[in-house]
């Protein structure tokens, strides 16, 4: 199982970024997938969520309505749009997969995590 995370950067607030998730075969078709970030002294977070199918996705208060998770079978792969970004977005995220069809919000119900991808939001 291989998670890679792309698409990080330096942004200034107000501004977008669209993080790449690209998985293994096995490890993307059998469940849902989900966004988590840890910033410095901080412990890891849940961002966001998606079902297997797609149709079901969860968000942490902090990024409704600004943030959007999305997946593309097809291709493998999990996305999260992130717009308006806020200085206190900046952290290193996450995406992690788990062998269910149904959304998590906790990083123990997760088996498989990429490297991590850095966003950094100046003011």
């Known amino acids: 199982a291989q998670l890679v995370e792309s698409g990080g950067g330096l942004v200034q607030a107000g501004d977008s970024l669209r993080l790449s998730c690209a998985a293994s075969?096995?490890?993307?078709?059998?469940?849902?997938m989900g966004w988590f970030r840890q910033a410095p002294g901080k412990e890891r977070e849940f961002v966001a969520a998606?079902?297997?199918?797609?149709?079901?996705?969860s968000y942490t208060d902090s990024v409704k309505g600004r943030f959007t998770v999305s997946r593309d079978n097809a291709k493998n792969t999990v996305y999260l749009q992130m717009n308006s970004l806020k200085p206190e977005d900046t952290a290193v995220y996450y995406c992690?997969?788990?062998?269910?069809?149904?959304?998590?919000?906790?990083?123990?119900?997760?088996?498989?995590w990429g490297q991590g991808t850095q966003v950094t939001v100046s003011s």
């Open positions: 992690a997969a788990r062998p269910y069809a149904n959304t998590g919000t906790s990083s123990l119900q997760y088996d498989y």
């Open positions: 075969g096995r490890t993307f078709s059998n469940g849902a």
């Open positions: 998606i079902g297997l199918s797609g149709r079901i996705t």
